[in-house]
């Protein structure tokens, strides 16, 4: 089925796949911006909700400025935020309500304020209030714009001193690094030599759980976000090595039958005691849960695993959809629920 290019043409309505394999263009988008911070900048809050916040996930694991650094996925700030905070409200459609409830939160505390959107309410909540605006293209699912996000994020970093100007070139450096990757994947390469069909076909009709250490957890978090979404498929997600001390109990009794397939994202990066720990986790499971599919993940720097992974997990997701018959790109349970909230 995912080598029948004419099924695959007509299930996948919106190009899904084409847009992912043109995700390592998004690195190379170059943001015009000459914003300055205000204030001597103390601790750094981006507040965003799904793909919108997992571009600042990556930034912390990749970019690990020495500020404090938070990922606020609510309606409230943290209670030190102040006019010394650097606060990035990050919404690809402009319009999410928690983003929009923790931008007033900010304005209310006095904190430096810069918007990432590419349409909505925060467009014009900018433009009517003279806010640093990084507008993000458009016309894609927020899912799909991730790597957007992240060039914004770290141009803003490098504007506020944050990071080094270095890191920018480094950005598209690995972008041109993940093309081949990509076309690898792609949807013209045979089952039998592309990683990520051949990944999916093993998923099917089961609950998958990603598995991965700290480093690589955005990685793994995007791998259930795109399952949820694309795939319209149940995933769940955790890390080592706080699997170990709880969840890792889990699977050794109830239930006896367990509909689910493991995939591990594994990384040479990460500390040995945590590459130690997949090793004696998967011996002491052995039998009581699916054999792991292991994903020994590509890339000599922490970019470079992280983009990798999170492309390889959204082509493999595409697939996963395509494979129960669905079109991956449309979420109209989120706009329904998100109507129905609004009533």
């Not at 943001?31 to 919108?52: A, L, R, Y």
């Amino acid at each position: 089925m995912l080598d029948d290019l004419q099924y695959i043409h007509q299930r996948d309505s919106q190009d899904a796949l084409g847009i992912a394999n043109k995700e390592w263009q998004q690195l190379q988008y170059e943001f015009q911006s000459d914003w300055q911070p205000q204030n001597n900048i103390e601790s750094i809050i981006v507040t965003g909700m799904g793909g919108s916040a997992l571009a600042a996930t990556v930034a912390q694991a990749w970019l690990n400025p020495e500020l404090p650094f938070e990922v606020v996925r609510n309606y409230d700030l943290p209670a030190y935020a102040n006019a010394q905070t650097l606060v990035i409200v990050s919404s690809y459609s402009g319009n999410t309500e928690e983003t929009l409830s923790a931008l007033h939160d900010a304005e209310h505390r006095g904190c430096q304020i810069v918007i990432l959107a590419s349409d909505g309410e925060l467009v014009n909540i900018a433009q009517q209030k003279s806010y640093p605006l990084l507008r993000l293209p458009s016309g894609l699912q927020p899912r799909m714009a991730v790597f957007y996000n992240l060039a914004a994020l770290t141009k803003l970093f490098v504007l506020a001193g944050i990071c080094p100007t270095d890191r920018l070139s480094e950005l598209k450096d690995t972008s041109q690094w993940l093309h081949e990757y990509c076309d690898s994947w792609y949807v013209d390469v045979p089952t039998k030599t592309n990683q990520a069909k051949s990944i999916a076909q093993d998923l099917i009709g089961k609950s998958i759980v990603i598995y991965s250490g700290p480093r690589l957890f955005p990685a793994a978090y995007k791998w259930k976000i795109s399952f949820n979404e694309s795939a319209k498929h149940i995933a769940w997600v955790n890390q080592l090595s706080e699997f170990n001390h709880n969840e890792m109990l889990g699977w050794t009794k109830q239930p006896v039958d367990k509909p689910y397939v493991v995939i591990d994202l594994r990384s040479s990066l990460e500390h040995e005691r945590i590459q130690k720990r997949f090793a004696v986790t998967e011996q002491l499971l052995s039998g009581m849960r699916p054999e792991p599919i292991v994903v020994s993940v590509v890339g000599e720097t922490i970019l470079q695993q992280l983009i990798w992974a999170i492309t390889l997990g959204d082509f493999v997701s595409l697939y996963t959809a395509l494979l129960g018959n669905i079109d991956p790109t449309p979420v109209e349970l989120i706009e329904k629920f998100k109507k129905t909230l609004a009533e």
